[in-house]
Structure formats: C-alpha cells, structure tokens
C-alpha cells in the first residue's frame, strides 16, 4: 500500500519535478492553430502516449528501472535519450525537469537521487527525466506497473495543464481529457517492453512544432 501512496505522491502535479515549465510541445501546436479545443487536446494527447511516450519515454524510463542504480548503464540510456531527442528546446527541457527532480529527491534525503546529481556534475549522466525517474523511483518500493502509471498519468495530466495555461481549454475540460486518456494508458501499459527495446518517436510534426516556437520571440513555456 505504501507504495501506492509513493505513486500517487509523484504523479501529483504539485511535486517540484520542473514540469510547470514543459509544455510537451502543446505551445508550438498550439500557435499553429492544432490545438484549439478539447476535441483537439485528446486527439493531441493521446498522439503524444502512443507515438511518444509509450515508444520513447517509457522505454527509457524502464529500462533506467531495471539498470538497478548501475551508474554506468544509467548514463548509457541518458546519452541514448539526449541523441534521440529531436530539438534542443526539447532535450533542455528534458534535462531540466530530470535536475529539478532529483534536486527535490535528494533534498529528502534520497540516497539514489543524490548519487545521480553527483553524476549529472561530473557529466557522467545527463539528467533527462525520465532515465532519472526510472533509477529513482524503485527506491519507493514503486514496481513496473507503478513507475510506468505514475508517467503516463503525469503525461497526460502535463499536457492538459498547459493547455490550460495557454487558455485552450478550460480546467473542467482539461480533466475530462485527462479522464478520457486513462484508458489509454492502461493499455499501453500492458504492452511488454523487452529487454532489447530501441528507443522510437514518431511525431515530427510536434517535433517540428516545437522547434519553430523555440524561435518566437514570446512564449510562455521553455519548450
């Protein structure tokens, strides 16, 4: 039960994990007038969980899990992570998320959390968020399931919660698409990911999206 209790504690919004500022790539689409409505969010967020986070993030954030705190496998997945990331928005703000992530953790007294910025400072590791979540979140008795739900959800609850901010939808819309993508989730948490699994992404119109707001000269979210 405890660790269920650790789940819920890290999928919410509130933890300081840096994702107030990541926009998921809805600020770009946005501009580009692909995101005007809920409609569009859940067409658009469940995109993300199928071609991106299932594929990529979840994938390395497994495959972090199952490194067991080997630092060395560790820093492999986070470079493997930073060269399949497309724009530097992106990367960055991976990057950013991871510090912040594990600056929190080992601010509570964290032990995994504190030995991975000791390897983000000696540029061993890189810090994306989820190659650090997947090394530390089974120091919280969370299993594969768990760590795999918890991501999922903070995706998909992420991108709702800046579509908000960027005044596409509003707050009880927003819970209706995160409500409607659980399902989702569920589902492609079922999928086994093997050892061997290759990281893969296919949204280049996001990418693209996001590398174009990246260069507007007012934005709201660093990506």
Known sequence: MLALLHTIWQAD????????????????????GRVSDKTSLLSLVATILQFRWATFDRVALLQAYRASMDLSKVA?????????TFGDSMRTGSRRNGGSFLASHSALGNDAATA??????????????????GAVWPTLGMDE?????????????????????LGVVGALQAQGVVSEAL???????????????????????????????AQASL?????
Request: charge should be neutral.
């Open 116 to 133: 991975l910025r000791l390897c983000v400072r000696r540029k061993e590791c890189l810090g994306h968020i989820a190659v650090m979540q």
């Open 219 to 223: 934005r709201l979210f660093a990506n």
């Open 13 to 32: 919004g509130t933890f300081p994990s840096g994702s107030f500022a990541f926009s998921y790539g809805v600020e770009g689409a946005a501009a580009l």
């Open 183 to 213: 399902p989702l989730i569920e589902t492609l948490v079922a999928r086994e990911v093997p050892e061997d699994a290759r990281l893969s992404s296919g949204l280049p119109f996001l990418d693209i999206a996001s590398a174009r707001q």
């Open 145 to 165: 399931r768990l760590v795999q739900f918890a991501s999922g959800y903070m995706t998909a609850s992420g991108i709702a919660s800046a579509a908000v901010r």
């Open 76 to 84: 492999r997945i986070d470079h493997d992570v930073e060269a399949s």
